[in-house]
């Protein structure tokens, strides 16, 4: 019976897998992924690695531990008689005490999980699964997997506020996010051969941000001390001045949930269009604050490589990953055009094409796509963790 790994990715607004055979060098080789939804709309939905469709079924009215169950038992059944013997977790926060992917025990589950103030929307997202996957099958070896871990490589002064130092050493200090996704693409970029440029990556989606890697290695990046930082998102504000927050508190009588939910699920996109967070929604529309909320996206981001390309002394990659730096050519033609004074020129046939490479020959940034693919790295994570490779 084949080694499987179950790879689980709760992001902000899915809840994505990937299913892994081990071989017999202990690689991690992709057999399945997709995405499981919860509630009214629960849902297996799986395809093989070419696109093949393998399952698109169904559960009305299912909670999570009854999706998850469906999930393993589909795995461990239908698709093979494959068997789970380890699942892998992305965990959104692993504060000042988790770097490292970990074998996951109750204690720090408890742990974990009593970083939810510093990630309130999305650490009980990632702690979630892993609960009921302890209620379901509670032999199975469970492995966390930390966004925040690999940014640990970002020094002073880039990871610093101007606070006095007592609430920096109680852990408010910026972390960044979205490191399994840079993770992937840091390595990819190796195995071209291109790790050695001064690059930017851009995770643009539903929460996005840039990372500005060194010889593949974090050095800056645009989200801080939570996943509100930095760039307009699909319902999240980005940077905003302090001084908008007390206001809000002070003279709009707002309570903390109340700014909390504002800030998370009523900004970004959706609180300026004033319509909705998807991009391509936005990008159909013919609504005047439709075209705001894009331009203001473009604005931020590009405003940002800058700032990134002044940390790396430089600029010679640009990477567009994730759903829209993926799929907009809209997106990353007009970012593009912005960054023209930095030597960006961008080819519009590969940029419409979605060529792994956009840039012009003469163009002094090298401008790619390349997905992301975090469950990838969840899966060899989880195999080393375990001593596997």
């Not at 643009?204 to 001390?225: E, H, I, Q, W």
Request: include cysteine; aromatic fraction near 6%.
């Amino acid at each position: 019976m084949n080694r499987t790994v179950l790879a689980l990715n709760a992001g902000s607004s899915s809840l994505k897998f990937g299913v892994y055979d081990v071989g017999r060098a202990g690689e991690p080789h992709m057999a399945a992924r997709g995405s499981v939804g919860i509630g009214l709309s629960a849902h297996i939905k799986a395809e093989a690695e070419k696109g093949k469709p393998l399952v698109d079924r169904a559960l009305p009215d299912s909670s999570l531990e009854d999706v998850l169950e469906a999930l393993l038992t589909w795995i461990e059944t239908e698709f093979g008689g494959r068997r789970v013997t380890a699942c892998g977790h992305r965990i959104v926060h692993g504060g000042t005490s988790f770097f490292d992917p970990v074998v996951l025990t109750p204690e720090q589950i408890d742990a974990i999980d009593a970083l939810s103030p510093l990630s309130p929307l999305h650490q009980p997202r990632s702690v979630g699964p892993i609960r009921a996957i302890v209620k379901m099958r509670p032999r199975l070896r469970q492995i966390g997997c930390f966004d925040t871990a690999f940014h640990r490589t970002i020094r002073p002064p880039a990871n610093r506020f101007a606070l006095p130092r007592a609430y920096e050493r109680k852990g408010i200090r910026r972390y960044g996010f979205h490191g399994l996704s840079y993770e992937s693409i840091a390595s990819r970029l190796q195995a071209v051969g291109k790790s050695d440029r001064r690059t930017i990556v851009a995770h643009l989606g539903n929460g996005a941000s840039l990372c500005a890697l060194r010889n593949g290695v974090s050095v800056d990046t645009t989200m801080g001390f939570s996943v509100l930082d930095g760039l307009v998102m699909g319902t999240r504000c980005g940077a905003l001045d302090p001084g908008v927050l007390l206001y809000l508190l002070q003279h709009e009588g707002m309570a903390p949930r109340e700014l909390q939910h504002l800030l998370y699920e009523k900004s970004g996109l959706l609180g300026i269009s004033e319509m909705s967070a998807d991009m391509r929604e936005l990008e159909a529309s013919a609504d005047p604050k439709a075209r705001e909320a894009f331009e203001l996206f473009v604005f931020r981001a590009t405003r940002e490589i800058a700032a990134l390309a002044n940390t790396l002394g430089g600029l010679d990659c640009l990477v567009f990953t994730a759903g829209i730096g993926e799929h907009s050519d809209a997106v990353r033609e007009a970012i593009c055009r912005r960054l023209g004074w930095l030597g960006v020129a961008i080819d519009d046939d590969a940029n419409l094409r979605h060529a792994p490479t956009i840039s012009v020959p003469a163009s002094t940034v090298e401008i790619n796509i390349m997905p992301t693919d975090e469950e990838s790295v969840i899966a060899r994570h989880v195999l080393k963790a375990i001593g596997e490779i």
